[in-house]
């Protein structure tokens, strides 16, 4: 446990008291010597922080959380026997879940020939088993996907939502208004947001980029707008992501040496920024959030190594690598991704963003990577590509056309036994819009059953046999 001291109330951190107040509500602790007293209240009533007396407070522990529960410790002038007796019955009693406990990631199992790992991850929105991957809702919608859709045939632990998309409508106002994005859509588990820096940086022709931000024009009407560090920051609160991403710059690929290396300061300095906005903000809905910085460097060893170095010295929540998957070889790919992984620290989450096809993924998992996100399964969805444990099938072709099997023998969704390729091939034949529906769902599926077969192959000790398997399978096309 880290102890931090402090003279008086007023100089504990806005989240520390934030917590320690919800730990107390639920003790329903009542002692008449302190002057004041507690009882239970639900999670969603606030409590006014000064209604506690400045005065009895001497030093505040911070808190400490593990397996989603957390403990924090108070000093109060009052006789040592009541001290003692306090923390006795704090020391026991919170050993239950704590509504502002910080994320908490445990590694559960390893791959003996692998870099490959099994983990839990703990959010205020629930638990997230790793490997993972994540569907894409980039505008709080996963396209054509309703959300029962998700939770229950799909079994989606987490999805993603984009600040740069949200921001801009349906905005920051509307989302606060409705409570957060997990109330404004209806997701009652994790979400973690992306910071926009990749959508921003695929405006190439009408943003400019500074020291201080990002200045760019909107791609819906044009208009305005500025993204800093402490903007993104401060909108990511308002969206209220479990997890939210640092703002950085995804370098292009190719990009020379110059470029790289002071693309990455541009995306350390701002973390800093990001950082203490981040530390001077409180979560606006009752629930923590974590903050994971980036990793970039573009694809040189040098820039990668010390940017992981900068990132894992930050000691955040979770880690990600950005800036692969943007057109470069694979195998530079995996060089990057083991060069960094080696690097980040081992008891925190390492999030590959924007991959990737399902070997790219199981690649990636065997390095050490956690959790992944594509677009992949929808969007190639939506144009008639099914991803298969056997491979990859173009629905649209004309072989399809007689061919009355189902879509996938082996499948887990209900789409998989309800249809067949035949019927698939003519809804996408007559554009009709059940088609992309139906192999966006199974794409979705395939995706979970995937990354969930790692995690039990990894757990059973055979996730290199299979893994090496099953790349050879699902890249063939059908």
């Known amino acids: 446990m880290k102890y931090k001291y402090f003279k008086s109330y007023k100089q504990i951190r806005p989240a520390e008291k934030t917590q320690l107040i919800h730990i107390l509500l639920q003790t329903a602790f009542i002692h008449n010597q302190l002057n004041w007293s507690v009882g239970i209240m639900e999670e969603k009533h606030l409590f006014n922080p000064p209604k506690l007396p400045a005065r009895s407070v001497r030093r505040a522990l911070s808190h400490y959380s593990r397996n989603n529960s957390a403990i924090i410790l108070f000093y109060v002038n009052i006789r040592f026997k009541i001290f003692r007796a306090l923390t006795s019955f704090l020391v026991n009693l919170l050993s239950l879940r704590q509504f502002m406990a910080n994320m908490n990631f445990s590694l559960q199992h390893t791959d003996s020939k692998s870099n490959a790992r099994a983990g839990l991850l703990t959010t205020g929105h629930g638990n997230i088993e790793t490997p993972i991957f994540m569907p894409v809702g980039t505008l709080g919608s996963v396209k054509g996907i309703h959300f029962k859709e998700l939770k229950e045939d799909i079994q989606a632990q987490i999805i ?41 940086y695929s405006l190439t022709d009408i943003r400019k980029l500074t020291d201080a931000g990002v200045n760019f024009q909107s791609h819906i009407d044009g208009s305005r707008h500025m993204f800093t560090p402490e903007g993104v920051m401060d909108i990511q609160r308002s969206i209220g992501a479990d997890i939210i991403m640092a703002f950085d710059e995804c370098t292009p690929y190719p990009c020379d040496y110059e470029y790289a290396k002071n693309s990455m300061q541009i995306t350390h300095d701002w973390l800093t920024r990001c950082i203490n906005q981040f530390n001077n903000t409180e979560p606006k809905y009752g629930y923590e959030q974590s903050l994971f910085p980036i990793v970039q460097g573009s694809t040189y060893n040098d820039l990668r190594k010390q940017s992981a170095e900068f990132i894992a010295s930050q000691n955040a929540d979770g880690n990600a690598i950005g800036g692969l998957s943007v057109g470069e070889p694979h195998e530079m790919m995996y060089e990057m991704t083991e060069l960094v992984c080696d690097i980040l620290p081992v008891d925190k989450p390492r999030y590959l963003m924007g991959v990737g096809t399902p070997a790219n993924i199981l690649e990636s998992i065997a390095l050490g990577v956690d959790m992944f996100d594509c677009v992949m399964p929808t969007r190639n969805g939506r144009n008639g590509m099914l991803f298969t444990e056997n491979g990859i099938i173009n629905i649209k072709n004309k072989k399809w056309e007689n061919d009355f099997s189902p879509i996938d023998p082996d499948g887990q969704s209900f789409v998989d036994s309800q249809y067949s390729k035949a019927y698939i091939r003519h809804l996408f034949a007559a554009k009709e819009m059940l088609g992309p529906i139906v192999a966006s769902i199974h794409n979705l599926n395939f995706y979970l059953w995937l990354v969930g077969e790692a995690r039990n192959h990894i757990i059973n000790g055979d996730f290199s046999v299979w893994k090496n398997e099953t790349v050879k399978k699902v890249g063939q096309r059908l």
């Open 160 to 200: 993603l939502g984009n600040t740069y998309h949200l921001y801009l409508r349906p905005g920051t106002n509307i989302i606060e208004q409705a409570g957060g994005l997990h109330k404004f859509i209806g997701w009652e588990k994790p979400i973690l947001t992306d910071s926009g820096g990749y959508q921003v």
